[in-house]
């Protein structure tokens, strides 16, 4: 029975606790209790440096949303500034002193020679000898020494004054000044003049067909270039770089393509826009004589049905010597050559180069160059050329 009472008031006090604690839980004034927060995504450092400015970790206002990418703005094609080149006229004077610099050697030897008190034998040998170094040739140098003797023994006594005036009259009666010397682009009513740049890679036949261009955009004519070397993508890559320049037009076609047909556009283009002279680059592979003859006689043939061929320029490298003229021989038998571009006459080149190749193709120097600057393409000058071999 006791034990049965003991239960009874232990269950009576638990109940009397738990109706207090109910009584403290509702009483009237008491606030709510807060809200459990869900668990927070947690951000990474990246994402917070990415938050906008003003915006804290915590709280409203907070938010990962990043702003939209800003797309960048597409660089502008800036074509390039046109150049005004000057006028081919008075080049070869402007540039005489760096045609000087690498010739006068020869022209200060020989007048040497020839102001000596005695001329024996000797020394007359010694004065053919420069003469065949500087690649003049064997029969114009013969010529040369033969009639400096003759006209020595008639003279006389000589002054450094006549022995220059002597050696300037024989070295300009080789090179020839009567020979004509102009370039023919002049334009054919609605038809434009058409010039073949022709030679072997490596001589500067790209480059020349370029400097060409300029020079005659300098002399107010517009131009169309023909990249009609097919087999070299960097030939017609550096025509577009020269046409850019000077606003002269460049027609091209695939690699490997045919080059007559790159030619026939060009012409076509010359005629549609009525320019005045059309230059075609062709390619300057020295495979073999027939192959050079069928391309080239090709391409020639194309474009006259279109336009008369006004000029065939051999561009040839001064410094290459005899080698160049077996090159220009080869092309002399294929194709009808009106005049020779003479490159690097400036460099380590021997003048007498001018005169030997003149004789041998019977065709006359036209332009020369005379470095590496774009504006250094000449028209050939031959008073100009001896006074610089002889200096001042």
């Known amino acids: 029975m006791d034990g049965y009472l003991g239960v009874i008031v232990i269950v009576a006090v638990v109940a009397l606790l738990a109706a207090g604690g109910l009584l403290l839980y509702f009483r009237p004034g008491r606030k709510a209790a807060p809200p459990v927060k869900p668990p927070e995504t947690p951000v990474l450092p990246e994402e917070k440096e990415k938050r906008p400015a003003g915006l804290g970790e915590e709280g409203e206002g907070a938010t990962t949303t990043l702003p939209p990418p800003v797309k960048p703005a597409e660089p502008a094609v800036v074509k ?12 070869m004077v402007r540039l005489r002193s760096r045609l000087a610099r690498s010739q006068s050697a020869l022209g200060r030897g020989l007048l040497e020679l020839l102001s000596r008190d005695r001329l024996d034998d000797e020394v007359w040998d010694e004065v053919e000898e420069k003469l065949i170094s500087a690649d003049m040739g064997v029969a114009p140098t013969r010529t040369v020494v033969d009639d400096l003797r003759t006209k020595v023994k008639v003279l006389g006594s000589r002054t450094p004054q006549e022995v220059r005036e002597l050696l300037k009259q024989e070295l300009l009666a080789q090179v020839n000044p009567d020979l004509d010397r102009t370039l023919h682009v002049q334009k054919h009513g609605e038809r434009p003049a058409v010039v073949l740049v022709v030679g072997v890679n490596g001589t500067g036949k790209t480059t020349t067909t370029g400097k060409l261009a300029r020079s005659l955009v300098g002399d107010g004519k517009k131009v169309v270039l023909g990249a009609a070397d097919t087999f070299r993508a960097a030939a017609a890559d550096q025509l577009e770089t020269w046409g850019e320049r000077v606003g002269a037009d460049v027609v091209r076609g695939p690699e490997a393509g045919d080059p007559a047909s790159v030619a026939f556009d060009a012409v076509a283009k010359g005629i549609d826009e009525k320019v005045d002279v059309v230059i075609v680059d062709t390619a300057g592979r020295l495979h073999t004589k027939t192959g050079l003859m069928d391309e080239l006689g090709k391409v020639k043939r194309v474009i006259e049905k279109k336009a008369t061929v006004d000029e065939v320029l051999l561009v040839l490298d001064a410094t290459t ?6 090159q220009a021989q080869v092309f002399a038998e294929v194709v009808n050559i009106t005049g020779i571009a003479l490159t690097k ?8 180069i001018v ?14 160059g005379l470095g590496e600057g774009p504006d250094d393409l000449a028209p050939f000058d031959p008073e100009v050329f001896v006074d610089a071999i002889l200096g001042d």
């Not at 390039?80 to 080049?91: D, F, I, K, T």
């Not at 010597?321 to 077996?326: D, F, S, T």
């Not at 006459?345 to 007498?352: E, H, M, W």
């Not at 003149?358 to 065709?363: K, P, T, Y």
């Open 355 to 368: 005169i030997s190749v003149q004789r041998e193709l019977g065709v006359p120097v036209k332009l020369a």
């Open 345 to 352: 006459l400036d460099g380590t080149a021997k003048g007498g």
């Open 321 to 326: 010597g005899q080698n160049g003229m077996r």
């Open 80 to 91: 390039p500034e046109l150049e005004v080149p000057p006028p081919s006229a008075g080049r």
